[in-house]
């Protein structure tokens, strides 16, 4: 790697551990926005409140987890009582998660919760340097993407 490179990744992990730390994602105990939840549940239960019923390893493939972790989130979700498993079709070895009432109720907090932490968030953004942010958001999603498609591909 050429010095300018080596320069410019370790500015650009920096700036991510940096954004990491001020906007509360290194802490395991609650969500960014402050709710007393930890970040991969509220993961969970927002992709199961977008999209459910999902199977556990379609949650642990949205979610990029390892199967034994997605068993855990599972079993915390369902004794909070925000998550239930219920069999469905003619396969009985097929389990789908759900929320239950009290899951769709937490998700919606959350997301009232999320929506608000990212619109004072963004609002200490200049307008006009808005658009750039998010086009360099994507950009950095679509590189983090296209990386671990190549890396899998080796």
Request: glycine share 8%; hydrophobic share 45%.
């Amino acid at each position: 790697m050429l010095d300018d490179d080596l320069e410019q990744a370790l500015a650009l992990q920096g700036g991510i551990t940096a954004f990491v730390r001020a906007f509360g994602l290194h802490q395991p105990d609650h969500t960014p926005c402050g709710t007393p939840v930890p970040t991969s549940e509220a993961h969970a239960i927002g992709e199961l409140d977008r999209d459910g019923p999902l199977t556990q390893s379609v949650l642990g493939e949205r979610l990029r987890l390892e199967k034994s972790t997605v068993s855990r989130l599972v079993s915390q979700l369902t004794a909070r009582g925000w998550v239930q498993r219920v069999a469905r079709g003619g396969d009985a070895r097929l389990v789908w998660l759900e929320l239950t009432s009290d899951g769709r109720r937490a998700a919606g907090e959350l997301a009232v919760a999320r929506a608000a932490r990212f619109a004072d968030l963004l609002r200490s953004i200049p307008a006009a340097q808005r658009p750039a942010v998010i086009a360099a958001l994507t950009t950095l999603v679509e590189a983090a993407n296209g990386q671990s498609t190549a890396a899998a591909h080796r």
